[in-house]
């Protein structure tokens, strides 16, 4: 199995509802290093899992519908919290959708998988992971 | 599959025994990096892995009982090397007892699996995973 | 010239005032990764810049007044932004004070001098350094 | 399952045929950071997944084999681009050649499989693992 | 003193002449990650040391310059070996160009000093620093 | 300015004097991440700093010196706590008489000054810096 990461990053602010997150309750924010990862059998003609430049562009581009803003206020999150690990499932979920549309090329259907990390400081990330 | 990680470290001497270990079989030391990671298929009704604070003081706690310490007097590893990979698995199982002890909270029950992770330096580290 | 470095992190919400700071007027956040620095021309009786865990818990203590809040509401931040910059000082000050306070031990006094960097991500970081 | 790793890195050129590639088309160069990673069901007898002395040096003599050198002239990628995909699945066979050949001890035989990275910078990495 | 970084990468292809270089006088390459450092005595009205998105932008653009490229070739580097420290201080000097063509801003002009480091591997850089 | 730095590690055991250190007092130990840093006002005739590869080399070899040792068992430690702090300046020191004795080439006894930093994990690190 062979995997390309490329890694972008957003800062957001958001809060959390719910007694187990604490202080986290209160408006606050993270930078988030974001961090897709995609899995592919086999290598195709050019001996790649994918482009990587459209691969970093998409992964850009979502990250743009997110950064600088402030999550309590997006759709996304109008049912469900904006944690780390639904980030991550957001970010894989609309990676998906762009790689089932073509937007990464023709070679990128044959991705076997997706994964998204993000790192919410030095000393904690989360993950998420999906087949496609 | 979800999943959190987050990160402590130790301060430990210790000496190998078998000639596998070259100079490591001299009293030494080193910086273990402690990644741990928890993994779970859904999120919980607050969109989390597992509370990431107590998965937190819980790491800490089971590294505070091997920080600071020569680990060539610790029961533990009477019988065994404290090698890289064998303080890996300890710490691993150390945590799933505390995860079936409730220590992290009901939720952390439905996690699927664990993963360990010592940095012994910048250029190598070991892994240890286990279904929980 | 010895120094010691200690590192804490926290997560804060803000927006900026002025057209510079483009998509960032609006209200975000960001993890910043604070490393506090402590110069000193030589080292004490016990061969130590400062008592680095008394350090830790003095930077901790520092970054938890700013931690899980939104700066905007901060009254240190009423007159200027709450840039990068303008952070790293404030905190070198705080550190400063408490420095002066005899809060980081007797040595402590003797220091030279004092820096803060601010990580805001893995592709940016700002600095500011302060005689003591 | 239990897995150590040890890091190595290698400074190249070369140039990628290919439209997709882009200005990649041209002669240029990197740096790779290479990851090697070993997987053991369960530790040999000594604690251990393999030699890790063992491993790195021979991860450092399959590196020298490429190290310092235009790839454009290495037979090796006479038919194939030399992507990172490519590298890291080149590098993995090389190792795992050397596994089955003992040059990592008796103990390697019983490895389960082995995965290499390479980082060619700090947002943009590959990878290949395979079974052994 | 304030200082604010920024980070840009390039892939390259050179050659280096003279014995000292032993192996890296054959056609390599390398990525040099790199650092740019802009530093200045006292904060603008806006809080800042300069607009970090021109500063970035204008990294972007001087490092398009080299990137992709064999340096061999690059006139630049006709009469000298193009080391990591003299890619540092070529950086370096064409930032310092544009700062007084007014490129970063009028702010830009009131900078003490600039430093530039270029990572080579994780286990090798280099750096050079220059008044404006 | 101009500086090159090389990174090296090792793994020690050690205890620490004094009430001031808590439970560093007893035998425990690190790894020490070593980055040797040599700053020279102009480039040499090749445009280098020094020869990086016998940097490199000395600084290994100046390592070697303390790796995989009982530091509480190491002359040079009789009269003082080995600390990070005097860790460094010990290396530092050894580097400086190597450089003095030509053992980095005669272009080495131009380097205007040294600065050694250890890391002990990765939130804590102390650097020591002196002429040459």
Redesign the interface.
């Known amino acids: 199995?062979?995997?390309?990461?490329?890694?972008?990053?957003m800062?957001?602010?958001?809060s959390?509802?719910?007694e187990?997150?604490?202080?986290?309750q209160?408006?606050?924010?993270?930078?988030?290093?974001v961090d897709a990862t995609f899995r592919r059998e086999a290598?195709d003609a050019?001996?790649?899992?994918l482009?990587?430049?459209r691969a970093?562009e998409q992964l850009s581009a979502v990250v743009a519908g997110l950064?600088?803003?402030?999550l309590d206020e997006d759709p996304a999150f109008a049912e469900?919290?904006?944690?780390?690990?639904?980030l991550?499932?957001l970010i894989a979920d609309r990676l998906a959708e762009r790689i089932h549309a073509g937007d990464m090329?023709e070679g990128a259907r044959e991705l076997a998988g997706l994964a998204v990390t993000l790192h919410?400081?030095?000393?904690?990330?989360?993950?998420?992971?999906?087949p496609l």
């Open positions: 199995m062979f995997s390309v990461t490329v890694r972008e990053h800062m957001i602010a958001h959390l509802r719910g187990v997150f604490g202080p986290a209160r408006l606050h924010g993270a930078t988030y290093v290598l050019d001996g790649i899992v482009d990587i430049g970093g950064n600088y803003r402030n469900t919290n904006s944690t780390t690990e639904a991550a499932r090329g919410e400081s030095h000393v904690a990330w989360a993950s998420y992971e999906r």
